[in-house]
């Protein structure tokens, strides 16, 4: 299995508050991805990163951002959470453009009441 | 901008039994890859089977396989001798071979097996 870890596993909080979801790898993957998954809609792309300090965004990239100061660790924020932020939040990595597949972080729970 | 579509939202199937779940996608590119993800109760997301654009030959892991059809945009994949541990839900995904691509993926469907 692919090193990958996300902290918190489950985390509840409330609307307005800042969270932050930590994604770390021990592959040594350039690209890192962060994609929240909702009932009828799949997983959906946040942000994501080719590099230290390279990230661009997804399809629903509103209300979050993200940094990466080194390779292994990609965090995504949510500045002031809201309710329709309540999901689950999958971190995501892959070696590079040939190489095409993704491992998959365990994912996390967030619920904003 | 690419779509991939799973039609059936859930599918059921006798223990030892095969089944086939459909995806089709929308792309204008000629080279991409195509994946089919599975996702357990446990929430983990994993690679079953991944097939790129250029080769003519489906893919094939063990007891899953998949129905590539270029022209048709179809993509399905078939689990053969059904398990009780294939239960899950199994995701469809595209991705463009071109740098920095990201990947789309389906909504899903759920498959229960019957014991």
């Known amino acids: 299995d692919a090193g990958i870890t996300q902290s918190p596993r489950h985390k509840v909080t409330e609307t307005g508050t800042p969270v932050t979801l930590r994604c770390h790898q021990t592959?040594?993957?350039?690209?890192m991805y962060w994609y929240r998954q909702d009932p009828g809609h799949g997983l959906r792309l946040i942000h994501y990163?080719?590099?230290?300090?390279?990230?661009d965004k997804g399809e629903v990239s509103d209300g979050y951002s993200v940094s990466r100061s080194k390779t292994e660790d990609f965090l995504l924020t949510l500045e002031s959470a809201t309710s329709s932020q309540t999901s689950v939040y999958f971190c995501?990595?892959?070696?590079?453009?040939?190489?095409?597949?993704?491992?998959f972080g365990p994912g996390t729970r967030l619920t904003v009441l | 901008a690419q779509t991939v579509t799973q039609s059936q939202p859930e599918m059921s199937v006798q223990e030892a039994e095969t089944v086939t779940l459909s995806c089709t996608y929308d792309?204008?590119?000629?080279?991409?890859?195509l994946f089919w993800y599975k996702q357990p109760p446990s929430r983990q997301m994993i690679l079953v089977i991944r097939?790129?654009?250029?080769?003519?030959q489906n893919a094939t892991e063990n007891r899953f396989s998949v129905n590539f059809q270029k022209a048709a945009k179809s993509f399905s994949l078939k689990i053969s001798d059904s398990q009780l541990g294939d239960a899950a839900m199994y995701f469809c995904?595209?991705?463009?071979?071109?740098?920095?691509?990201?990947?789309?993926f389906g909504k899903g469907i759920t498959l229960s097996v019957r014991p």
């Open positions: 592959e040594n993957h350039r690209y």
């Open positions: 995904a595209y991705r463009s071979a071109r740098a920095n691509s990201k990947l789309t």
């Open positions: 097939q790129e654009a250029y080769k003519q």
């Open positions: 990163s080719y590099g230290v300090k390279d990230t």
């Open positions: 792309t204008s590119e000629s080279d991409y890859y």
């Open positions: 995501a990595i892959s070696s590079g453009p040939i190489y095409n597949e993704q491992f």
